[in-house]
């Protein structure tokens, strides 16, 4: 655990690409450091991230009423959102309120959704982890990789034929993340929003992160702070520990869109190797089906700019009144509150 977290803060120097995220988890620049008291900027004006889509939240929402099966959530895709981290000493309030900016690119602005977990996940991961092109379920974890990613990956449920990571897993997990398979093996991402997840990145690291709350920019629904304006706040009481928070879109009409472009290949088709599908329907990385109308995925992820205001006041309070919990030490009592 401390190795994975060690790792995890090498990502703090490097910034998630700004336009098409297809990047893998990059925590950027750090919001506040409670050792150094250091805000990198959050607390003095804001910091200015951008975020690709505006669904990214609310695809990793349970029941979302989108991107949901008779048998399981498909989970969302964590390219979609900005993870971003803040470190805490001591007992402290901490408050932030997320805006989504206007966008040259002719994006809509912004409904940012938020959600706050204990931990990280480590450097680099992503939702599509471990390629081993060419190797079967019964021999791929003996012939490359770590021993733990192959048995993170071996456990989950697998990604439809039509989700951007499928070839990227196919080969690792028993029945191929087949749509037509019966159960759960119909995932899109690993990402959620509103409850612990766990993500690994093909150096072998694994490490999953605790759900606290979240807010979003929608009238009603889970997390909604009742008013829709581009802005969504939040103050709670954290307890000392290193924290991941999530940014990503909360509109419910991007979600639909994104999720019936993402499907627009044949559910269920055979394996075919994105590489050798080509240039018309695949770009490399997703699997075909996904740009087979060329430019609706990628316009319905074009950046979205975001101002981030963070601020952490320290409340000292006596020895006995901690709470110690899994991966959340030291959470005394959270809430959220629209910002005036």
């Known amino acids: 655990m401390k190795k994975n977290i060690a790792l995890s803060l090498l990502a703090l120097a490097g910034l998630l690409l700004g336009s098409q995220a297809f990047a893998h988890v990059g925590y950027g620049t750090s919001l506040y450091d409670q050792a150094t008291n250091t805000y990198a900027g959050a607390g003095t004006g804001g910091l200015n991230p951008t975020v690709s889509s505006n669904a990214g939240w609310i695809s990793g929402l349970s029941n979302n009423g989108v991107n949901r099966t008779a048998t399981t959530d498909t989970y969302g895709d964590s390219h979609n959102n900005r993870f971003r981290s803040f470190t805490l000493t001591q007992q402290s309030q901490v408050s932030f309120t997320v805006t989504g900016a206007a966008n040259s690119n002719g994006a809509s602005v912004l409904n940012p959704g938020v959600s706050i977990f204990s931990g990280l996940v480590p450097a680099s991961s992503h939702d599509g982890v471990g390629d081993l092109n060419g190797l079967s379920p019964a021999v791929a974890a003996g012939l490359t990789g770590s021993a733990a990613t192959q048995a993170y990956l071996a456990s989950l449920p697998g990604f439809a034929s039509w989700s951007p990571f499928y070839d990227a897993n196919d080969e690792i997990l028993a029945a191929g993340g087949a ?19 766990t993500m690994g990145n093909n150096s072998g690291l694994v490490n999953g992160v605790t759900f606290i709350d979240a807010v979003a920019d929608a009238a009603s629904g889970a997390y909604a702070d009742g008013n829709v304006d581009n802005s969504v706040s939040w103050s709670g009481l954290l307890g000392p520990g290193t924290y991941t ?23 269920g088709a055979a394996s075919v190797d994105c590489t ?15 740009n087979t ?19 952490v006041q320290a409340v000292p309070v006596p020895g006995a009144v901690w709470l110690f919990g899994s991966a959340i030490a030291g959470l005394i009592g959270f809430g959220r509150r629209k910002a005036a």
């Open 245 to 267: 928070m999530t940014i990503g879109g909360a509109s419910l009409a991007d979600l639909t869109a994104l999720f019936a472009a993402v499907q627009e290949g044949t559910p």
């Open 179 to 197: 749509a037509d398979v019966p159960g759960n093996r119909d995932k899109w991402g690993v990402f959620k929003s509103d409850g612990n997840f």
């Open 276 to 290: 050798s599908f080509g240039a018309a329907g695949c770009n490399g990385t997703q699997w075909p089906g996904v």
């Open 293 to 311: 109308t060329p430019g609706t995925y990628s316009n319905l992820r074009l950046a979205r700019n975001m101002n981030i205001a963070f601020n």
